[in-house]
C-alpha cells in the first residue's frame, strides 16, 4: 500500500525522501537576512484573488468562477500559511474562494465546463473537467489539512477526480489537461504538472481516505505515471513530481529524486534566486526574448520543493535563495517574475497574473523556512 506520513502544508515534509540529498552542503556568501512582510504579501493576494472572483473573463456558470493555475490555486495554497495564531481562520476572501469551488463540486453534474466543446474545440470539456477536478481537490484538502477536518464536499471532489483519471494507453494514469500551447501551465508537457498536482491533493487527504482500495488503485497507476515519465520532463515539471513524491512518499525513484536535486541547485543562479525561463525549453510566443533574470516564482519554487525534499534548511543554497526573496518584496506586497509566453506590462492586470504566483510561493518557501 502507497503510505502517507505526513499531509500538505508549509511545515518541513520529512518521507523518505530524507537522506535522499547527499551532495555536501555549499557555503555561500548569503547576504545578511532581510525582513519581509506577511502583512502586505497577504493583503496583495487577498486583493487579487478578490479581483480575480469579480473578473468578468473569470465568471462561470451558476455564480462561480474558474480556478486559476497563475492566481487561485497559488492562492488557496500559500493563503493558508499567512493565518495568524491562534484561531487560524480565513479570511472573508478564502471563504468566499471555497465557497465558489464547493458550489461547483455539487453540482458537478449540472455546472458547465470552464471550456466548453462547442465554444473552443473539441477535447476543451473533457481537458477542462480533468484540470477542474484535480484544482478543486487541491484546495479543499489543502483547507481540511490545516483544521483536520475532512469535509464531505472534499471527499465529492476526490471522486470527481478519481473518475476522470487516464485508465489505458501512454497517459494511463495522468488526468485530462487544459492545452492552449500556453507556459508552463498550459502546454501538452503541462499534463506530467497537473499529474503531479493531482498526487500532492491525493497525498494531503485523511488517511482513512487513501487507505481505501479504490485510492490505493488510482495511486498505484498515478506513481507509475509520475516515476515513468519523469526522466523526460523538464525541471519546471520534475519540480512537481519531486514534490508530489515528497508528500505521497512514493513516485520518483531515489535517482530520480537525486537528478531533480541535483539539476535545480545546478540552476541557481549567483545572486541565490532561479530564473523561470531556465526550468525548460521555453519559447514566447510573440517573439520576444525571456527575462534571464531571477525571479520570485522559480525561486519560491525552488526553494519550497527543495525543503520539501528533504535539503537541509541550513545547506547554504537555500539560505541564499531565502535571502534572495526576503531582499525582493515589492511595496504592494508581491515578487516579482514574467510571462513566458509574451511581453506583458507587469503591472496590468493580467500582467500581475505572474507576480500572483510568485507572490504564494515565495510565501509558502519563507513560511517553510522560518
Not at 469579480?54 to 495554497?77: I, K, M, N
Not at 485523511?206 to 523526460?232: C, I
Not at 541565490?272 to 519560491?300: C, I, K, V
Request: hydrophobic share 40%; with cysteine.
Amino acid at each position: 500500500m502507497i503510505r502517507l506520513t505526513i499531509g500538505f502544508g508549509v511545515v518541513g515534509i520529512a518521507l523518505g525522501l530524507v537522506g535522499v540529498w547527499t551532495g555536501p552542503s555549499q557555503e555561500l556568501n548569503a547576504a545578511p537576512p532581510q525582513d519581509w512582510d506577511p502583512v502586505a504579501a497577504a493583503a496583495y493576494l487577498d486583493d487579487r484573488q478578490a479581483w480575480w472572483m469579480e473578473w468578468p473573463g473569470a465568471a462561470r456558470d451558476h455564480g462561480t468562477s474558474c480556478v486559476s493555475c497563475h492566481t487561485t490555486a497559488p492562492y488557496a495554497l500559500a493563503r493558508t500559511a499567512l493565518r495568524t495564531a491562534p484561531t487560524r481562520m480565513p479570511s472573508d476572501v478564502e471563504r468566499r474562494l471555497f465557497e465558489n469551488i464547493e458550489t461547483r463540486v455539487r453540482a458537478w453534474q449540472d455546472v458547465e465546463p470552464y471550456y466548453s466543446d462547442a465554444e473552443h474545440r473539441p477535447g476543451k470539456s473533457r481537458e477542462s473537467r480533468g484540470t477542474e477536478s484535480i484544482l478543486n481537490a487541491l484546495i479543499l484538502t489543502n483547507r481540511d489539512a490545516q483544521t483536520g477536518a475532512f469535509a464531505a464536499t472534499t471527499r465529492q471532489a476526490l471522486d470527481h477526480l478519481w473518475e476522470l483519471q487516464v485508465n489505458v494507453g501512454k497517459d494511463a494514469g495522468a488526468w485530462p489537461w487544459l492545452n492552449f500551447g500556453l507556459e508552463p501551465w498550459e502546454t501538452d508537457a503541462a499534463q506530467y504538472f497537473g499529474a503531479s498536482l493531482a498526487g500532492i491533493a491525493v497525498g494531503t487527504a485523511a488517511d482513512s481516505y487513501v487507505s481505501t482500495p479504490r485510492v490505493q488503485l488510482g495511486l498505484a497507476g498515478l506513481v507509475a505515471y509520475l516515476g515513468g515519465v519523469a526522466d523526460s520532463q523538464y525541471v519546471f515539471n520534475r519540480l512537481h513530481g519531486l514534490w508530489a513524491t515528497a508528500v505521497l512518499g512514493d513516485g520518483l525513484t531515489a535517482l530520480q529524486q537525486q537528478a531533480v536535486i541535483t539539476d535545480t541547485l545546478d540552476l541557481q543562479r549567483r545572486d541565490g534566486g532561479w530564473s523561470l525561463s531556465a526550468l525548460g525549453p521555453f519559447q514566447r510566443l510573440d517573439g520576444t526574448s525571456l527575462e534571464p533574470t531571477s525571479d520570485g516564482y522559480a525561486t519560491g519554487l525552488a526553494v519550497f520543493v527543495l525543503q520539501q525534499a528533504g535539503v537541509s534548511m541550513e545547506d547554504g543554497r537555500l539560505v541564499k535563495g531565502l535571502d534572495w526573496l526576503r531582499g525582493h518584496q515589492g511595496v504592494d506586497g508581491s515578487w516579482p517574475a514574467s510571462s513566458l509566453n509574451k511581453v506583458r506590462d507587469p503591472f496590468s492586470e493580467r500582467g500581475r497574473f505572474m507576480r500572483d504566483v510568485a507572490t504564494a510561493y515565495a510565501v509558502l518557501a519563507l513560511t517553510a523556512g522560518e
